[in-house]
């Protein structure tokens, strides 16, 4: 993998750890029930996109 390659993986680990916290934190404030789920089904997307990320980027680097 090139570098500028990594470095976006790692940017882009970096967005969805944002996201995650953001959703985590939101969904224990929202008082609409609909706005809870949405933000609950966001949080657990978010933590199987990072480990996705997470897994790819060690593969990767067992493969260099």
């Given at each position: 993998?090139?570098?500028?390659?990594?470095?976006?993986?790692?940017?882009?680990?970096?967005?969805?750890?944002?996201?995650l916290t953001k959703s985590?934190?939101?969904?224990?404030?929202?008082?609409?029930?609909?706005?809870?789920?949405?933000?609950?089904?966001?949080?657990?997307?978010?933590?199987?996109?990072?480990?996705?990320?997470?897994?790819?980027?060690?593969?990767?680097?067992?493969?260099?």
């Open positions: 993998m090139a570098p500028h390659e990594t470095y976006e993986l790692h940017e882009l680990l970096t967005f969805k750890n944002l996201c985590t934190t939101m969904s224990k404030l929202v008082q609409d029930a609909e706005l809870g789920r949405i933000l609950d089904q966001d949080v657990t997307k978010s933590r199987d996109q990072i480990q996705r990320i997470q897994e790819f980027i060690t593969n990767r680097g067992d493969q260099s």
